[in-house]
């Protein structure tokens, strides 16, 4: 029998995320856009006193949400994130269908403040099970004491569409670099690449908020911010045409592992990042991904790697042979989320 999959992104309008992309491949399920509605100024306001997300957004995405359910039969919810998605609604949604499932995923830390809503810690309890990237989450029941039930760890993944070894020709001439960066600027990155720079090494690093003066004042010459992130296409592109691709974690967010984690190798990137327990459970140091702890062990391995691409080529090929052997990707998620509703309904 044929269940309806309903699935809620955070993301604006067309912009579908990796996980909502593949349960409408594998299962058709329907989408719903988190950001429905622009901010308003009144929005503005009500964030500047600490009210949190778009009132309008809120209402519209509310409105949508209910529309979708009582017109189709929805059998699983799956809310991306979910911010936005007030306790009201979820037991509006519970009424209207009381065999309903309601799931929540996230790759973000949820249990601190800064990735939290009113309405998130709200709703815990009214969610059937939630999905973590956080370790730490389970570790310290973090969630079950925010109120969540059924909570599960899965590591972060790759979309077959987007991460993969690019088949077509360079556009760009810019793209591929000695040592690459994408992501957001945090001090901890800054220090290893700056240090790197700082003995002779070349490296570009493109994503948002390095245009910074604490940032733009400190940095070596040879250390290129490019000021922009690069998407799409041009970032499968970087992480295969470039020779050392570094993966830093985020403090803030307590990672463990990062999206990066999986998607460089999944493009045939080599990849060279922190050393945890996690990215030793994805890819066996040195034969699939090498790993670093300190700046100066970080210095050595980017100097070998410069000079020995066989070596390097052999890595980054088995790292993305291991993406496919073990399935690290977004469908085998969705189809691990799909058998737990399975087994719920049981």
């Known amino acids: 029998m044929n269940k309806k999959i309903l699935v809620v992104t955070p993301g604006l309008v067309n912009k579908i995320s990796h996980l909502a992309d593949s349960f409408k491949n594998l299962y058709e399920a329907d989408i719903i856009f988190g950001q429905e509605a622009k901010e308003t100024k009144i929005d503005r306001i009500l964030y500047f006193f600490g009210k949190g997300n778009i009132r309008s ?22 809310i991306i994130k979910g911010l936005s998605i007030e306790k009201e609604t979820l037991l509006k949604i519970k009424k209207i269908n009381s065999d309903i499932k309601i799931f929540n995923w996230t790759c973000d830390d949820l249990a601190l403040a800064h990735n939290q809503s009113y309405d998130f810690l709200d709703s815990a309890s009214e969610y059937d099970a939630i999905y973590t990237s956080k370790s730490e989450n389970i570790k310290n029941n973090e969630l079950e004491k925010i109120g969540f039930k059924n909570i599960f760890f899965f590591y972060q993944r790759f979309s077959y569409f987007h991460h993969k070894i690019p088949t077509n020709k360079l556009k760009k001439i810019s793209i591929g670099h000695d040592v690459f960066f994408a992501g957001y600027a945090e001090e901890e990155r800054f220090k290893f690449m700056n240090f790197l720079a700082k003995n002779g090494i070349k490296v570009n690093v493109y994503g948002n908020g390095w245009d910074r003066p604490r940032f733009k004042l400190r940095k070596h010459k040879n250390l290129k911010i490019h000021f922009r992130p690069v998407l799409g296409n041009d970032y499968s592109q970087s992480i295969y045409h470039s020779k050392i691709n570094l993966c830093f974690l985020r403090v803030i967010n307590r990672d463990i592992h990062t999206a990066r984690s999986v998607e460089i190798p999944a493009c045939g990137g080599f990849m060279l990042a922190e050393r945890t327990v996690e990215h030793s459970h994805l890819f066996t140091e040195g034969e699939e991904a090498e790993y670093f702890s300190t700046p100066d062990e970080l210095l050595k391995k980017v100097k070998f790697y410069l000079i020995n691409s066989q070596n390097r080529m052999a890595i980054a090929k088995k790292g993305y042979l291991k993406t496919r052997s073990e399935d690290y990707s977004y469908d085998s998620m969705a189809k691990e989320i799909f058998s737990t509703f399975e087994d719920l309904q049981s």
């Open 57 to 78: 957004n809120k209402i519209k995405l509310k409105k949508k949400i209910l529309k979708t359910v009582i017109s189709s039969k929805i059998d699983l919810l799956v």
